[in-house]
Structures are given as structure tokens and as C-alpha cells.
């Protein structure tokens, strides 16, 4: 996986797909990540570089170093004092289950008056597609509107990082969402990408992201295969 200086420090960027990688399961709490020659190679980074990632994850309790035994995962969880509710992945992660994202294509779009997309983003808007495997089978098909303030030319290199680590990458925060959630019929190259050989109806999240100052940065598309998965919403209270 490519890292670029572009975007930042190396090391965080590579400390970032980590702990997404652990977050959603592809790295299993009590497990040992790749070592850190192997790191090196896939990231093409020095052993500094690599270092300085893991040190990152062990200083906010990700990862535990074992001398002479590797670098284990201890913890698979963002610790939030707001948000009491287990998010989503969480919950699949926990039940042993791994989500990893794979990049389809990214480009600019002309966007027709008169469209939500329009309304949302001007002439103008980015266009993200990404599929999730659950276990390494189609799961989710999400397809991401963004504000042409993000840089085109970064966003091929998304790969499988967080959506919401590369806006903010791009000096973006983004400060409120609605997601709204709704039963429909997916487009064909939805199906086609989720591997489904008939027309059923999919659970639909659509996603609206603002900036601080209420500016629409993202209006995401999502389509679930409950069939291997239903959506699990948890709460403690």
C-alpha cells in the first residue's frame, strides 16, 4: 500500500490504516500484527518509520510489544466518554467477524442542475466508489459525494483507509451527520459488485456530512447485503 509524504507525516498514515485494520477486525485482539520488516516492505518505509506507528497504537493502548514475541493487539475498541452505544463494526468485530475496504475508482463529476448533488455541492463534486468484505465476502457498497475541497489528486491512494481520516487530512472537520436509512432496490452495478444474481431489496444508509460551519462535505450512499448480515444497532443505557 502506497503512502505519500503529501499527506503528512509517514508514520501516522501508516499508524492510521493500522488501527483501522484493528478496529475492524483484520488485526484480532490477542493476536500478533505483521512484524515490522514485513511492514516495512508493504508500506516501502524505513524501520523508523514503522516503528514510530507501532509506539503511536501502544501509547493509545492498541497494541502491546513483546520482546522477542512480536506486537500484540490488546484492544479493538475507541474509547469515547460521549458515546456509551457499541458502533456497528464494533459489534461485528466483537463477534469475530473482519471488515476490510477495497477501492473501486474516484473521480470528479459534472453534477446536473436541479439535483440534490447540485443543491448539496455546486457544478462540481467528488466521487468515491468502495466495497466492504465481511470475512472477504461483498458485504457493503458504498458509493461518496464529496466537496470538490478535497484534493482529487489524493484520492486515489485512499485504498482502505478511513473515509474520515483522509478528510481530515485535507484540514477538513467535519462537526454534524444525519443518516437516514431506508429499504431499496440497488442499481445494477451495485449488485453486480455485491455478487447478487437477483433483484432483492437492500438496506440503504444515506450519510450527510457538514463542516463547522454547516458547509455539506460529504452525502454517501450505502447498500447492505442483510442477507449475509443484518444491521445491528446497540445501546447501553
Known amino acids: 500500500m ?62 502491546e510489544k513483546r520482546s522477542g514475541k512480536g506486537t500484540k493487539v490488546i484492544r479493538n475498541t475507541v474509547t469515547s466518554k460521549l458515546y456509551k452505544g457499541k458502533r456497528f463494526t464494533e459489534l461485528l468485530v466483537d463477534e469475530g467477524h473482519a471488515l ?24 462540481q463534486c467528488l466521487r468515491i466508489d468502495r466495497l466492504y468484505l465481511l470475512d472477504e465476502r461483498p458485504y457493503i457498497h458504498y458509493t461518496h459525494f464529496l466537496s470538490m475541497h478535497i484534493d482529487m489528486t489524493e484520492a486515489s491512494e485512499l485504498g482502505g483507509q478511513s473515509l474520515y481520516d483522509f478528510i481530515e487530512e485535507q484540514g477538513i472537520t467535519l462537526e454534524n451527520f444525519r443518516d437516514e ?53 446497540n445501546y447501553d443505557v
Not at 5 to 33: A, E, M
Open 100 to 123: 476490510s475496504k477495497k477501492w473501486l475508482k474516484a473521480e470528479a463529476i459534472a453534477t446536473a442542475k436541479d439535483t440534490p448533488l447540485y443543491h448539496l455541492f455546486g457544478a
Open 2 to 63: 502506497n503512502v505519500s509524504r503529501k499527506k503528512g507525516p509517514l508514520y501516522l498514515q501508516i499508524k492510521n490504516i493500522l488501527k483501522d485494520r484493528i478496529l475492524h477486525g483484520v488485526y484480532k485482539v490477542n493476536s500478533l500484527i505483521p512484524s515490522e520488516p514485513q511492514l516495512e516492505e508493504e508500506f516501502n518505509v524505513s524501520k523508523i518509520t514503522v516503528r514510530n506507528a507501532i509506539n503511536a497504537l501502544v501509547q493509545e493502548g492498541f497494541l
Open 181 to 233: 436509512f431506508a429499504v431499496a432496490k440497488a442499481p445494477s452495478h451495485v449488485e453486480k459488485a455485491l455478487g447478487l444474481d437477483k433483484s432483492i431489496a437492500l438496506l440503504k444508509r444515506i450519510r450527510y456530512s457538514y463542516n463547522d460551519v454547516g458547509t455539506p462535505i460529504e452525502y454517501s450512499e450505502g447498500y447492505y447485503n442483510t442477507e449475509l448480515q443484518h444491521y445491528v444497532v
